[in-house]
């Protein structure tokens, strides 16, 4: 009994740390419900080999995951489309408790469904607005290339988004298929991003090993890596990266990896190896419906999972809001917010 309480106890205050999330493709967060009814509303039919009989999306590996992400996104045809799957994400991420939400948008993904750019932002701007005056939450755009398109289209993306600034773009990155291609190919994409001074982050030592990891922090401007938890392999690598200047951040998505057998169980997951070895991290949901997770869940399994107490959790949040691409204002009021917050 007394076990019991102090579990729900946990359970409690878990739910209420303030959360922030620093790694989601919007895309990626549209839940199956949603998926059908904007695809139903512009009369788009969604392949049935998309969704299991229980209604969850359908893939079996990285490859099938990344076409059934593409399926999905091909029910969008308007920026009210875009508004509507961002407001929902935010306002899904409010009631866990995320106070800051940094989600990467694929550009490539709207322009092939017709989408502009223009109105990919605004859609996306005016749910930011919306989420932050209904649920209290912070939204910010990383915009993404796609690495398997190549470096000619990550090209497009970047040369568009510096033409076209707007204030809730505060980074550049680069999600997809991390064997294709080379991060060399990338660095003058990822150049033009943070000569213009935007912050940059990629997706490494995901699917790929620790050289991967080494890759890109050799060629590219990189405040942070999402995953890079293949670092494991490699002790230099931890040391290098808990030494090095930049003091790089690992956006790290536990549920995310065993969903796709990055790592076979928790018990094998290296968060608290890399935490140990003081590499700031925080828990990220990516592609929430896919992986059955939310980034609320990321933090109870973990805690489940590691055995980390809420003070933990708290460092985790205080660390992901440091490496957040949120201005200097918003920064430290959040960071005072979470301090603020007594387990
Ligand atoms: N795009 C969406 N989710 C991704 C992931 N986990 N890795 C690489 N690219 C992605
Ligand atoms: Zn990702």
Not at 323 to 328: G, N, T
């Amino acid at each position: 009994m007394v076990k019991f309480v102090s579990f729900i106890k946990m359970h409690d205050q878990i739910h209420n740390l303030p959360k922030i999330e620093l790694h989601s493709h919007l895309e990626g967060t549209i839940k199956p419900a949603l998926a059908l009814e904007i695809a139903q509303r512009n009369s788009v039919s969604l392949d049935t080999n998309l969704f299991h009989e229980n209604g969850s999306y359908a893939w079996s590996d990285f490859s099938s995951f990344l076409t059934a992400y593409d399926s999905v996104s091909s029910c969008l045809r308007s920026g009210k489309d875009y508004r509507d799957i961002t407001y929902e994400y935010l306002k899904d991420c409010a009631s866990e408790n995320v106070i800051y939400a940094e989600t990467f948008i694929s550009p490539d993904h709207a322009a092939e469904c017709g989408i502009s750019y223009d109105d990919m932002i605004s859609g996306i701007a005016s749910a930011i607005d919306d989420a932050e005056q209904d649920f209290g939450i912070i939204g910010r755009i990383i915009v993404t290339c796609v690495r398997h398109l190549g470096a000619e289209q990550g090209l497009n993306v970047v040369q568009n988004m510096v033409e076209k600034p707007h204030p809730y773009i505060v980074g550049f990155g680069m999600g997809g298929d991390e064997n294709a291609f080379t991060f060399e190919e990338f660095a003058p994409v990822f150049n033009i991003a943070d000569e213009a001074g935007y912050p940059c982050t990629v997706h490494a030592g995901e699917i790929c090993g620790s050289e991967s990891v080494w890759d890109a922090m050799h060629y590219l401007p990189i405040k942070r890596i999402g995953h890079g938890v293949n670092s494991i392999e490699d002790e230099t690598l931890l040391d290098f990266l808990s030494k090095d200047w930049r003091n790089i951040h690992l956006e790290i998505c536990p549920g995310s990896n065993l969903a796709l057998s990055v790592f076979p169980d928790w018990e094998s997951h290296p968060l608290l190896s890399i935490m140990k070895k003081g590499i700031s991290v925080s828990l990220n949901s990516d592609d929430p419906p896919f992986f059955n997770t939310t980034v609320g869940q990321e933090y109870h399994d973990s805690a489940k999972h590691f055995k980390l107490s809420v003070e933990d959790l708290k460092q985790i949040s205080l660390m992901a809001m440091e490496a957040s691409f949120a201005d200097l204002k918003i920064k430290s009021r959040l960071i005072e917010k979470i301090k603020k917050f007594q387990s």
